[in-house]
């Protein structure tokens, strides 16, 4: 008798150096343990299911399994074979939108309908056990951006273009759309599509052969952060789920998102309305940044970090065996600390001027 075991083929996790463990664990309600729902489209939904397969959310990630049998001694095949052109496709959406503020990644591309593209076709020759997906050695401001669109989809050139011409087509398939519409106005035509029939997945559009847009077609989903696809052929050997003969190696892929902390400059505004400082400043215990600071009133002091600080969970503990440094605000013209421990700025709001990026927190005194 054949016996068949579920084993996993590929796991995927969100890493962060943001947080002391890489991951966020920190609360105590599981609910809001994870920074990223995943969520399978319905097309990768109906896949799964097809090819015997179960989809499994872990901390900050998620494992795919499939139903396998031993077809040779100690080695173990999946029962129902995807096609070689299988394509799996995850949506990472955010629960946590401190991410955005407390993580290098592309905070202004975000906000204006840019989203991350990822997938398991990189060249890279990372191991099994920790496959980045990221051009870059982690995720970063301009690297693995691809913009958004939903249904109506909508694109204007100039002159006029002929419907017959254009087409909207897949990047990794066959699914093709023509325009519903071509409208000619002022010396441009307006290209009008209708998506809705088509999987989720990247497209391109086409134009007498030429590719003039490429973007991500999501259904109608507004709140994208980042895709995931795992493809079934064409990976190179380290990252590839299954052999040729469907069959599975023993070290599973591990595919790794990786997200770094950002680093700004933390600003303090004193106002003091009860106690007016003669000559105040702020200085970090351990030396690390230097704070400049400015009076626009008698009653108003600003002091900025010359330096950029690292956003962590912690961002005050450092050293090994580590010590936690403190913020104090001072007065030049008495000894005692006014305070000693000045709180941290909110490290999830972030505020850009100038292209540079801003943590601040004010002090009422």
């Known amino acids: 008798m054949i016996r068949s075991v579920y084993t996993e083929l590929f796991s ?15 609360s105590p309600n599981p609910a809001v343990q994870e920074d990223f729902d995943i969520l399978c489209t319905k097309t990768t939904e109906a896949l799964i299911r097809q090819f015997g397969m179960v989809f499994r959310r872990v901390p900050n990630g998620f494992k795919l399994f499939s139903e396998t049998t031993e077809t040779a001694p100690s080695i173990l095949s999946v029962v ?15 629960k946590n939108k401190g991410v955005l503020s407390f993580s290098e990644v592309a905070f202004r591309e975000l906000s204006m309908g840019q989203i991350y593209y990822f997938n398991n076709l990189p060249t890279n020759t990372d191991a099994r ?51 519903k519409s071509a409208t000619r106005t002022n010396g441009k035509t307006l290209l009008s599509f209708d998506l809705s029939s088509l999987p989720e997945g ?53 595919y790794m998102l990786k997200l770094t902390a950002r680093k700004t400059f933390w600003r303090y ?19 690390s940044t230097v ?3 400015v009076t626009p ?11 950029e600080i690292e956003s962590r969970e912690d961002p005050l503990m450092r050293g090994s065996p580590p010590v936690l440094a403190k913020i104090s605000l001072k007065d ?33 005194i």
Do not use: C, H, W
């Open 12 to 26: 995927f996790a969100v890493r962060n150096s943001f947080y002391r463990n890489g991951q966020n664990l920190t």
């Open 80 to 94: 129902r074979k995807p096609k070689s052109d299988t394509r799996l496709t995850f949506i990472l959406s955010l």
């Open 129 to 179: 056990d920790d496959l980045r997906l990221s051009t870059q050695p982690a995720v970063n401001l301009t690297d693995d951006l691809i913009r958004l669109r939903t249904s109506a989809y909508a694109y204007e050139m100039p002159g006029v273009v002929s419907a017959d011409a254009v087409k909207v087509i897949a990047v990794n398939g066959a699914d093709l759309v023509v325009p």
């Open 202 to 254: 990247r497209y391109q559009l086409e134009v007498s052969g030429s590719v003039k847009d490429t973007f991500f077609y999501g259904g109608n989903r507004t709140d994208v952060f980042a895709v995931f696809e795992a493809f079934f052929k064409d990976a190179q050997p380290n990252y590839q789920i299954l052999e040729t003969d469907f069959s599975l190696s023993p070290a599973r892929p591990k």
């Open 269 to 287: 505004t004193i106002r003091m309305e009860r106690n007016v400082l003669t000559s105040p400043f702020v200085e970090i215990s351990d030396s």
């Open 291 to 293: 704070f400049s600071g």
């Open 297 to 307: 009133t008698p009653k108003l002091a600003i002091f900025t970090s010359v330096s």
């Open 332 to 364: 030049m013209s008495t000894t005692p600390e006014k305070i000693s421990n000045l709180s941290i700025p909110d490290l999830s709001v972030l505020r850009e001027e100038n292209s540079k990026f801003y943590s601040e927190v004010t002090i009422n």
